[in-house]
């Protein structure tokens, strides 16, 4: 599962990873990224474009927006099987932009939060699928993250992780025309040998709480 990540990086840095045009005024730098906040993805609707996109997914048919909380994510195994994502599997891909995220482990009585992101400190793109809910107040663009297996170094923490795109993936998930029986290769765990991980303070348990100090190693001795 991913229930929270970060998108820090100033946003020059952004545009300059993706290659893609950003509303600067739209931006906020995120260290607690949570459903329902409106955060950057590229998509199939304009690959030159980062948008901003609610998080958790609402199709076009739910009756009200309160299913998006309920599909924060979507698992890579069953994406051709269900109709809810089969449909936008097709057509309505995108990169979702972040440079870590958390994932939280049983130890005792306490869950503790990891932060998890690249070796090289890389932006990386989560394969995300999106949809267009319309009401008589508009529409909402809202997204998924694709969950996969996880990779072995992460297996001790969970049981699932966001499918990490390798860079040269990337393009390929935003081709509307790249053949959908070839996704399956695509959406596999990122090696671990390319992620790092260390505990933090539980504070990034409230979503309200958003601040560097959240992705800053944990000192135990504390």
Known sequence: M???????????????????????G????SFNAAPSHLLPVVSTLDPEKISFFRWGLI??????????SRMINARAETLHEKPSFRSLLRSR????IADG????????????PYYICRKDNDLFAFAGLWDIWKSNDGEIYSFTIITTTPNPELAGLHHRMPVILAHEHEKNWINPDFPVQELREILIPL???????????????????????LVAPLNRDQ
């Open 26 to 29: 739209l931006y906020k730098r």
């Open 191 to 213: 090696e671990d040998e390319q992620l790092t991980y260390h505990p933090v303070s539980r504070e990034v348990n409230i979503p309200s709480n958003n601040n560097a100090a």
């Open 93 to 96: 891909r995108c990169l979702v």
């Open 59 to 68: 199709p076009s048919w739910a009756k009200d927006l309160s299913i998006g």
């Open 101 to 112: 995220y958390y994932e939280w482990k049983q130890e005792g009585k306490i869950k503790q």
């Open 2 to 24: 991913c229930g929270r990540y970060t998108v820090f990086r100033e946003v020059q840095e952004i545009k300059a990873r993706f290659n893609a045009w950003i509303d600067e």
